[in-house]
């Protein structure tokens, strides 16, 4: 990454200028100023993740599928992610937020439902992500779904966690975001 040089202007070196070329030109440099450190930070953000996990991890990732019974009988996918040893494990659904995101609710190059997964379930608790409709593996279409359909495939997820023997069924929650808080 480049390094920035940044030259503070006075209230006095404004009074100073002479004429408005000497003011357009003050103005297009703090243009450029922002745009180039607009640019660093959005190189900085892609190329800098130090916490994203990385394997080999201390428990199992498994890719999954269901369907969901409640609406249209789609196909969801996602990750369910379980501790290694033992059972009757605690679980949570991760829900994303509005707009159309995948398992790890990617933006920027930076994963933070993959994060989350990842320090829960090493603190022994079973996480399923999942890939919205019409987003990476899930079957239907985001923009012809209303909050019901969302509800109704949160519910499915909620389903398949209650079929799955590592998971204790009376200890399920759910952490969701923005939309997916609702």
Not at 74 to 102: H, M, R, W, Y
Not at 150 to 166: G, I
């Amino acid at each position: 990454l480049s390094r920035l040089l940044i030259k503070m202007v006075t209230c006095k070196d404004v009074i100073k200028m002479e004429n408005k070329t000497q003011i357009i030109s003050m103005k297009v440099k703090y243009l450029f100023l922002i745009i180039s450190t607009t640019f660093s930070f959005t190189l900085y953000a892609q190329i800098n993740r130090p916490q994203e996990p990385k394997a080999p991890f201390k428990y199992t990732a498994e890719n999954v599928k269901f369907k969901n019974n409640f609406t249209d009988s789609i196909t969801l996918a996602g990750t369910l992610t379980c501790p290694k040893e033992g059972t009757n494990f605690p679980a949570v659904i991760l829900i994303s937020g509005s707009g159309p995101q995948d398992r790890n609710s990617e933006i920027m190059n930076h994963k933070p439902f993959l994060v989350i997964a990842d320090y829960l379930t090493k603190n022994g608790i079973v996480v399923l992500r999942l890939d919205d409709r019409g987003t990476g593996e899930s079957e239907g279409n985001y923009n012809e779904t209303g909050l019901n359909g969302f509800v109704n495939d949160t519910k499915s997820a909620l389903e398949f966690l209650k079929s799955r023997k590592e998971v204790n069924h009376t200890k399920i929650g759910l952490i969701g975001h923005s939309m997916g808080g609702v």
